[in-house]
């Protein structure tokens, strides 16, 4: 089972989503899977995630008309196969531990309940 999935919403962002992208490809955790909503970008946004698509075989792109940005997050967590799910806006990146850590975080909540 992959250990998290990672939603991340898209809509003209080509000035900040490859520093997202390389954020989450780059993470320590590395059992994830990465799924980008392309929500009817109209600049470079799309291009830039079929760069990193092509490259990282953990990124899922979805591309739809634009609907915003809430549908496009129900969307990413009806295609999500983690045992946890992660939201981060495109204009957003992570230390390179964020996940590990919020996924320890997550082991320790569960374990004092």
């Known amino acids: 089972m992959i250990k ?3 939603i991340i919403p898209a809509y ?3 000035r900040y989503i490859d520093r997202c992208l390389q954020s989450i490809i780059n993470q320590t955790l ?3 899977e990465i799924i980008v909503i392309n929500d009817g ?4 946004t799309e291009k830039i995630i079929k760069k990193h698509f092509l490259k990282d075989n953990r990124i899922k792109l979805i591309s739809t008309v634009n609907k915003g940005v809430s549908v ?3 969307i990413g967590i009806a ?6 799910i992660y939201q981060i806006d495109g204009d957003d990146f992570l230390e390179p531990t964020g996940l590990k850590k919020c996924t320890n ?3 320790v909540t569960k374990q004092t309940l």
């Open 105 to 107: 975080l997550q082991k």
């Open 41 to 44: 970008s109209t600049d470079n």
């Open 72 to 74: 496009a997050r129900n």
């Open 79 to 84: 295609k999500a196969n983690g045992k946890y």
């Open 30 to 32: 590395k059992d994830i």
């Open 12 to 14: 003209n962002i080509e």
């Open 4 to 6: 998290a999935s990672v």
